[in-house]
């Protein structure tokens, strides 16, 4: 057995808590996973059967840790496993689970299988089987800081773009601001208006903000690939430009999984919490709807829905602000049959978009979310996470239809009432 398989097994025994033990030992066979997740109802294939997905780990647990296992594996009966089988099931890890919960929210028992996958990842990558193209995201991430390899330049040049369109200043590095907003790559990149909608939205409100030139990106490689270690230094980098900047709030954005990442897992990654609190662009909307401090005036005519990004929404619990901010700036409002925590997702959430090898299985995944939207009859679908909206956006014009994907928050910024005293949007 080669030294990265037994080091990828270590680990796999290492992350075998007392919760993830319990998991197993409780299954019931029942199935209901598997009717929750889009890769088996799209394909039929009983492959992908979420609790199926974790049989090496479930190996080593019964190895390890059941008394008939160390009684077979003593006899030779049960054999350890090995680095094919590693490699067999790599795709069953990384390419048909992004990690959205679905799963884990129907099981009677309630077993955490999203959990588990992300911890049996952290073996996988260990052991030398992560896919190429999540890799590589890793691998730019450490080195540059995104997940797309993108530096400073490219995020001042979209500012200054920006600047010009909203006639607002974007503020860079400001010390002492309330709030620092995190961007993803795939914002920068595909979305920029995202960062324009800020800077309208937050001049309207009164709200002092800033970006922070030394940690922009909110993307954490890290958790995709499943190495804790790596998560840990993308989130101390966040952490140590927020104390830097001395802001009291830092700003998850429109990305599924970034907030997950530092809402939820950063404080353990990093070990000690956080002197500032983390709220997610969309919690932020609500709050200063709330208080009247953020108003809107006419509603969009055009026949829309909404779709529910996993991490946001089911794994992350913020499940009513979007559809309410939604619902506040939109006139005909349909929503999903399974919408906020029983959404499906997109099929790129969890790294598999960053994965090319995954490509023809996310594609076939989205026939899902083609039937949900075809229920639906509408022209343009609302969603506040770019990886959610880029994974859409392909998804759909692969079945050529003529759906336009938007972003909540520039929406919202597109209603904004005009006695704010902003220019003209
Ligand atoms: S839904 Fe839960 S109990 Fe049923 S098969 Fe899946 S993991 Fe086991
Ligand atoms: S987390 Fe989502 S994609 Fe992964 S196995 Fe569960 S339902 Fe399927």
């Not at 019931?28 to 609790?51: N, Q, R, S, W």
């Not at 954005?253 to 970034?258: S, V």
Request: with cysteine; proline share 5%.
């Amino acid at each position: 057995m080669s030294a990265s398989t037994e080091r990828g097994l270590a680990l796999f025994r290492e992350v075998l808590d007392a919760p993830t033990a319990s998991f197993f030992s409780s299954c019931v066979h029942c199935g209901m996973c598997a009717d929750a997740c889009l890769f088996f109802t799209e394909t039929g294939d009983p492959k992908y059967t979420p609790i199926h997905k974790l049989e090496p780990l479930r190996k080593v647990w019964k190895q390890e840790y059941t008394l008939l296992g160390r009684l077979a594996k003593m006899l030779g009966l049960s054999k350890p496993v090995t680095a094919d089988e590693l490699a067999e099931w790599s795709p069953l890890v990384y390419d048909s689970c992004t990690m959205c919960g679905r799963c884990s929210f129907v099981c009677p028992v309630g077993n955490d299988i999203a959990g588990m996958i992300r911890k049996m990842r952290e073996g996988m990558a260990v052991a030398g089987v992560a896919p190429e193209g999540v890799i590589g995201a890793v691998t730019r991430t450490v080195e540059t800081g995104s997940p797309m390899g993108l530096k400073l330049p490219a995020l001042q040049a979209q500012i200054g773009h920006q600047q010009r369109e909203t006639g607002l200043t974007i503020p860079v590095d400001v010390e002492g601001a309330d709030y620092m907003a995190l961007l993803s790559s795939m914002e920068i990149v595909n979305f920029p208006e995202y960062i324009g909608a800020l800077a309208r939205i937050f001049k309207h409100a009164g709200v002092s903000w800033t970006l922070s030139s030394e940690a922009f990106e909110a993307t954490n490689a890290g958790i995709q690939i499943g190495v804790s270690d790596i998560a840990g230094v993308l989130v101390q980098r966040i952490v140590d430009a927020a104390e830097k900047l001395k802001v009291k709030f830092v700003i998850s954005p429109e990305c599924g999984h970034a907030y997950t990442a530092i809402r939820w897992e950063g404080p353990n990654l990093i070990g000690r919490p956080y002197p500032f609190k983390v709220v997610h662009i969309l919690e932020l909307l609500a709050e200063l709807k709330q208080q009247r401090r953020l108003r809107t005036s006419g509603r969009d005519e055009r026949p829309l829905t909404f779709h529910d990004p996993c991490q946001i929404v089911r794994r992350g619990g913020v499940v009513e602000q979007p559809h309410e901010l939604l619902a506040g700036v939109a006139a005909d409002l349909r929503e999903m049959a399974d919408n906020r925590s029983w959404n499906w997702c997109c099929g790129g959430g969890g790294g598999v978009s960053a994965n090319d090898r995954a490509d023809p299985l996310r594609l076939k995944a989205f026939q899902r979310k083609k039937k949900q939207l075809d229920e639906l009859n509408v022209g343009t679908l609302v969603t506040v996470c770019a990886n959610c909206r880029t994974v859409l956006e392909e998804g759909l014009e692969h079945n050529h239809m003529d759906v336009e994907v938007i972003g909540l928050t520039g929406l919202i910024a597109d209603h904004l009432t005009p006695d704010s005293g902003d220019p003209p949007a």
